[in-house]
């Protein structure tokens, strides 16, 4: 089944507002609606009128917003030899639907793997190395919220001489640091890091070169159609800034595999994602 996107435009409109300070109040004053029709609307009704006045005002491109609100497209499968996406269910309360997502990433022709973030469970990671006969070299975390490393004992218990790596900005027991810009190969595969901070303070994508396509690991920096939720108005910031100049200058056919949600491309990204308005020939 394909893996449903992460985020509603009920999301996108909370993220946004909370990243630029903005309450129920100041969002209806700033977009000439009452705070009834705010509410509605963060609640999940979908509103054309309302969501036209509201969207400039978050900076969010209007028409992709309308686009997500009346679910038209969903992204391609992406299936390519050599990645392989595992989704596991990880309810937290208040959100019982939640799944996370690790990657495994080897040459197609080698038998060298590596993996990208724990997911919630290992299981079916760890049975899929053993039965296309893998040996894996490598865990890369993108950041050390709960659910990315939630099955990091059950992996480096498995894997005989695994190394693991956590953003420098984010330590984790027995885990080397990973600094922008450090290079790892293996047979037929490079991999660079780079900061894409914002959501977390060591967020960190990682670039594989070798594949059929470019692929970018990139954690819960960007989602498809939304972005990892932040804390603060300069952590929001921080993140529109990392994606613009870490992962949407990438080219258009580059794979993009998020914590949450299904696979997309950098090119569906400039078009759709309503957080990043510039890209868009219409707003
Ligand atoms: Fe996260």
Redesign the pocket.
């Known amino acids: 089944m394909p893996i449903r996107i992460e985020d509603t435009f009920e999301d996108v409109l909370m993220k946004a507002a909370t990243g630029l300070g903005m309450g129920k109040q100041a969002l209806a004053d700033a977009s000439a609606l009452t705070h009834d029709e705010v509410d509605t609307l963060l609640s999940g009704t979908f509103d054309e009128a309302a969501l036209r006045k509201v969207a400039p005002v978050l900076n969010l491109a209007t028409n992709a917003l309308i686009d997500m609100a009346q679910q038209t497209w969903r992204p391609n499968v992406v299936e390519i030899p050599g990645l392989k996406c595992f989704n596991t269910p990880h309810p937290v309360t208040g959100y019982l639907e939640m799944t996370v997502n690790s990657y495994l990433a080897w040459h197609p022709k080698q038998k060298e793997a590596v993996v990208f973030d724990t997911g919630a469970n290992a299981a079916a990671l760890l049975q899929y190395i053993q039965e296309k006969k893998l040996s894996l070299k490598a865990l890369f975390l993108?950041?050390t919220?709960p659910?990315?490393v939630a099955a990091y004992d059950a992996i480096t218990q498995a894997s005989k001489d695994l190394r693991t790596y956590t953003p420098e900005r984010e330590p984790f027991a027995g885990a080397k640091a990973v600094r922008p810009g450090d290079h790892f190969e293996l047979p037929g595969l490079s991999i660079v890091s780079r900061l894409t901070n914002g959501?977390?303070t060591g967020?960190t994508s990682y670039l594989i070169h070798g594949l059929e396509q470019p692929v970018a690991i990139v954690?819960?920096a960007l989602f498809c159609l939304s972005q990892?939720?932040t804390k603060t108005e300069a952590a929001y910031q921080q993140a529109l800034e990392s994606n613009r100049n870490e992962l949407l200058n990438r080219a258009d056919h580059t794979i993009l595999c998020p914590?949450?949600g299904p696979c997309t491309t950098v090119g569906e990204e400039k078009r759709r994602n309503p957080f990043y308005p510039e890209f868009k020939k219409s707003r």
């Open positions: 993108t950041h919220h659910d990315h959501h977390t967020g954690g819960d990892g939720g914590g949450h």
